[in-house]
């Protein structure tokens, strides 16, 4: 039976159930269920694996104890299970991080988690059928990636607008172009439900991980920080399953919550999708520098990764036209980035990588802290032979990428095998500098082709309407920056006066 099959069985079974509201509540329901199956069958191989196993929360909690068995416990007393001991013995559970990480993580997990469902018998259902699932069998182990595919695809049904699913080509090619190194930290500032984190653990596996020590050293890599509960929850059951025994360096909290200057800069390779076209709440703009203060999200974490990098570390990072082509604070970013930073890649991508999710187009900029910019190589990334747009039903595939991989040399010689070509050109910092940091420049290569084609028409007027709000969003950002900097002055001319 196939993942999707099993995910949408349960989810009929869910919609019986009167406690559970609408799709987002389903999914929150599956996850913690996903969560603690997960979680028992790695239990299983740490026990048969090591000889001074103790369990991290008491024993009866463990899915094998009391989910595993199809007769097992179900109706009233399932209910009371788990609505009267392992809901408030898991959120209540003690469990210090440095003590018994693998608890710390339970009760993270269980931090915001609910049990929506009022019908132990539909709740047994939902059980039997996740344990349809071997998660101790590798193959099965690799559909979590469908499985939380599918949850992301249903959220974004479910109209829980933000949560963008990078799709699987461009994780892999961003990954495979910062090359990240056994020993070296590795971040996601925003790690949604892990794919950058899982693709990047994968890549150091399979490239330079020889001996037991090294994985260990590998499990200790990787860090994260999610601000939503649903993916959180997703992201920590995702590295479970790839092998990660204790995923408590992926936090649950909002990484732009704490002031930019208590950063330390130790972050070797940084691969993220940052939440864009978002504002964020009231007073997180004050963590950072009073000149670069805005409450859009992707210019926070824009600086933020600028900062936590340390020297020569690396970074590639998907965001929108918006930020290339944006004034304001957004020119005082990019500056900062090419001062700082050699930011030598910027590919941009064509419309529908994102769809469903968004129609906003995209880029991937790569940049290495350490060294200022000298000059900008861009790379248009052409649709395939054949494909005029993206979508469900034609995803975009890695292997469009290896015309990238081929052309893309090396930066210890300064990308000197780099050639011009239909698709790549090089601007020099001094002409970025004379067009005031706008990075949208258009590939001198291409001429514009007239088109009559109505699905190409209709596209395009999708994307202008959604740079129109784009824009506007914008300008709301930057006059909102101006007033709230007219506000700070004021406010200091009349501190001075008093003084």
């Not at 972050?267 to 520098?289: L, Q, S, Y």
């Not at 890649?345 to 910019?373: A, D, E, H, S």
Request: proline share 5%.
């Amino acid at each position: 039976m196939s993942i999707s099959t099993v995910i949408k069985s349960i989810q009929d079974i869910m919609r019986k159930d009167a406690g559970v509201d609408g799709d987002a509540q389903r999914l929150g329901q599956m996850s913690w269920l996903l969560f603690m199956k997960v979680f028992d069958a790695q239990e299983e191989e740490l026990e048969f694996e090591l000889d001074d196993y103790k369990a991290p929360i008491p024993e009866n909690y463990l899915w094998r104890n009391w989910a595993a068995d199809p007769e097992g416990i179900t109706g009233e007393e399932l209910l009371d299970f788990v609505n009267d001991d392992l809901f408030p013995d898991m959120k209540a559970l003690n469990a210090p991080r440095d003590l018994n990480p693998r608890g710390f993580v339970v009760k993270e997990a269980f931090s915001d988690a609910y049990n929506y469902m009022k019908n132990g018998t539909l709740l047994r259902q939902v059980i039997n059928k996740l344990n349809e699932i071997d998660f101790t069998d590798s193959q099965e182990r690799h559909l979590f990636g469908d499985i939380y595919e599918q949850i992301l695809r249903d959220l974004q049904s479910a109209g829980n607008a933000g949560e963008f699913y990078t799709p699987r080509a461009v994780t892999k090619f961003i990954v495979s172009r910062l090359d990240p190194k056994l020993g070296e930290n590795i971040m996601d500032p925003a790690a949604g439900t892990g794919g950058f984190l899982a693709c990047s653990f994968d890549h150091v596996k399979d490239n330079y991980v020889k001996t037991t020590e090294d994985h260990q050293t590998l499990q200790k890599q990787i860090h994260g920080v999610e601000k939503k509960q649903l993916p959180h929850l997703l992201c920590i059951t995702n590295m479970m399953l790839h092998g990660i025994e204790v995923p408590s360096q992926i936090r649950h909290g909002n990484t732009l919550n704490k002031p930019l200057s208590s950063w330390d800069s130790d972050i070797d390779v940084i691969a993220t999708n940052p939440p864009f076209g978002g504002t964020e709440e009231d007073g997180i703009e004050k963590n950072f520098p009073a000149e670069m203060q805005t409450r859009e999200t992707a210019d926070l974490f824009l600086q933020l990764i600028i900062e936590v990098l340390r020297n020569k570390g690396r970074a590639g990072v998907v965001l929108p036209d918006g930020t290339l082509f944006g004034e304001g604070v957004k020119t005082k970013i990019k500056k900062l980035l090419t001062e700082e930073c050699n930011l030598h890649t910027i590919v941009r991508l064509p419309n529908g990588v994102f769809n469903p999710y968004t129609g906003i187009k995209t880029n991937i900029l790569f940049f290495t802290k350490g060294q200022p910019t000298k000059d900008v190589w861009f790379y248009e990334h052409p649709y395939p032979e054949g494909v005029k747009n993206y979508n469900k039903g034609k995803p975009m595939k890695f292997e469009e990428f290896q015309t990238e991989i081929d052309w893309w040399g090396n930066e210890e010689d300064g990308f000197a095998s780099r050639v011009e070509t239909n698709q790549a050109w090089k601007v020099s910092i001094d002409d970025i500098i004379a067009r005031n940091f706008n990075l949208d420049i258009k590939n001198p290569y291409q001429e514009e082709v007239e088109v009559h084609d109505p699905e190409e028409l209709l596209a395009t007027y999708q994307q202008q309407q959604t740079q129109i709000s784009e824009l506007r969003l914008q300008l709301k950002n930057i006059l909102g920056d101006a007033l709230m900097s007219t506000a700070n002055s004021q406010q200091d001319d009349s501190e001075e006066e008093r003084g």
